[in-house]
């Protein structure tokens, strides 16, 4: 089975040194041992360096002596990509249409080294992580079938499917073909495949991790899926569409603690009953979502490309989530939005970061909205930017109430310019917040990615000398604090 893998001279060369003349009074030996420090390292040393590599080059080792033999065997994660796998070279032709057609040659190759290496009986006793990425074609499921099964069969706990965009018939998983018992699969990530066979995953009763990309998903699948899934702790839907059908996360046994919901396209509702659920990350355009039973949801992330989102957080928010501590909210202002009164109270909010595209930064009052709605929070973070993209101005017109808050200590305002808009709402930040210990005044941009990541984008430039002095006095004129303000 190991003539699937590369030859011998694909060892990597950094495993190997050069050699080196042998000085008078050297016995072989001597120069030998000199000459391969690496293999006198102990297996679990050696085991590391080869955990750094591809498949490719860690089993190509086996053929570099005896010493390093079986030394491949000790490791747990394997990933197979169809092009780091093959390299450049993918084996020689073997038929008149593979050698009109390079493509073909490769993906033969890489099948043949994926199936010898799961068919290995003298391979890795266990396998604990395992990735196949590959554009799949119709005549290869009843394969794909074949590797899932051996890589549950060798104990796999994490598992990523990504089959290409171009395959014509849908990968059901799990496989139809699979025997029933209970397998330890811990962390499934499913990618181009199709979930009709929802009723298999009560095989996997140890899941807590599942990652759902660019898929078309029933009403019914995402039920017997998560009826099936009684561990399940983490769930992620990106790019998926759901033919404009409800979702509904909803089970009163439902251990779910993540949820992100990334760019799925024709979801007409989300109904949230998750008794257990903390954190929740949507991304996309504006979906109405039913709050029915969320108690603990502590951490809300919620991106909206559409001015529907808008709307929505600065008028209903507040009474969907009452009780959320932390909040990262980033949303577009190209149109006209009118807020005719001060919305519910945020009862519990204590972390608050805005981050909004929007065509001018002349009036940015509005978004004492928030904070006159958040009386307890702590820490406010806020990321401007403007874009040309929109001929017309749009406004959000308030005007802020003789408000004093009591609580907010610490201030960060990113992607800063100095316009008079920003100023204006620095000073309405420092005249009302009495407690506020330290403001940030920080040129660097901020940026959500799924999962909840923040990025953050370095500015070129640093504020000089003299600037932060017209600053500072435009800042603090007609004001008294004490709080700490700093230039970035």
Not at 182 to 187: N, Q, R
Not at 231 to 248: E, I, N, V, W, Y
């Given at each position: 089975m190991m003539d699937s893998f590369p030859s011998r001279s694909l060892s990597p060369p950094s495993l190997l040194h050069r050699k080196r003349k042998r000085t008078s009074g050297e016995s072989g030996t001597e120069c030998q041992t000199e000459r391969d420090r690496i293999s006198k390292l102990p297996d679990h040393l050696l085991a590391c360096i080869l955990e750094r590599t591809d498949v490719r080059t860690a089993v190509a080792t086996s053929l570099l002596s005896r010493r390093w033999r079986c030394v491949w065997k000790s490791l747990v994660d394997f990933k197979f990509v169809k092009e780091p796998i093959l390299g450049r070279r993918a084996g020689p032709p073997s038929s008149a249409e593979s050698r009109r057609d390079p493509a073909i040659r490769r993906h033969r190759v890489f099948s043949k080294c994926v199936s010898g290496f799961l068919g290995l009986k003298d391979g890795p006793p266990t396998i604990r992580k395992l990735s196949l990425e590959?554009?799949?074609?119709?005549k290869d499921l009843a394969m794909v079938d074949g590797w899932i099964r051996s890589a549950l069969e060798k104990g796999v706990h994490e598992l990523k499917l990504k089959l290409g965009p171009n395959l014509t018939e849908e990968y059901i998983f799990p496989p139809l073909s699979l025997n029933g018992g209970?397998?330890?699969?811990?962390?499934l990530k499913l990618s181009g495949c199709s979930l009709h066979n929802h009723a298999g995953f009560s095989m996997f009763g140890s899941l807590s991790s599942l990652s759902l990309e660019d898929m078309d998903i029933s009403k019914d699948d995402m039920q017997g899926v998560l009826q099936n899934c009684r561990?399940?702790?983490?769930?992620?839907?990106?790019?998926?569409?759901?033919?404009?059908?409800?979702?509904?996360i909803a089970s009163p046994d439902l251990q779910l603690k993540e949820l992100a919901i990334v760019d799925c396209e024709q979801i007409r509702i989300i109904e949230l009953s998750a008794p257990r659920l903390e954190r929740l990350q949507y991304m996309g355009q504006y979906t109405p979502m039913l709050f029915t039973s969320v108690p603990h949801l502590d951490h809300v992330w919620l991106k909206y490309a559409n001015p529907a989102g808008t709307n929505y957080i600065l008028r209903k928010l507040s009474t969907d989530l009452p009780r959320s501590r932390n909040l990262n909210l980033f949303f577009q202002s190209y149109v006209d939005v009118k807020v005719p009164c001060l919305p519910a109270c945020f009862g519990s909010l204590k972390n608050l970061t805005v981050n909004v595209d929007i065509n001018s930064k002349t009036d940015l009052l509005w978004m004492a909205i928030l904070l006159e709605a958040a009386p307890f929070l702590e820490t406010l973070q806020t990321s401007v930017k403007t874009s040309d993209s929109y001929c017309s101005r749009s406004t959000i017109p308030w005007k802020p109430s003789d408000f004093v808050h009591h609580h907010l200590v610490e201030v960060k305002m990113y992607n800063f310019e100095g316009y008079c808009g920003e100023m204006a709402f620095a000073r309405l930040l420092l005249a009302k917040a009495v407690d506020l210990r330290s403001m940030t005044f920080n040129r660097d941009n901020l940026f959500a990615t799924p999962r909840w990541k923040m990025l953050y984008y370095k500015f070129s430039k640093q504020w000089t000398e003299q600037q932060t002095s017209v600053l500072l006095k435009q800042l603090t004129e007609g004001i008294s604090t004490s709080a700490s303000l700093v230039f970035r």
């Open positions: 590959f554009s799949a074609k119709k209970e397998y330890s699969l811990t962390k561990r399940l702790k983490s769930l992620c839907l990106a790019d998926c569409s759901f033919s404009g059908a409800d979702l509904s």
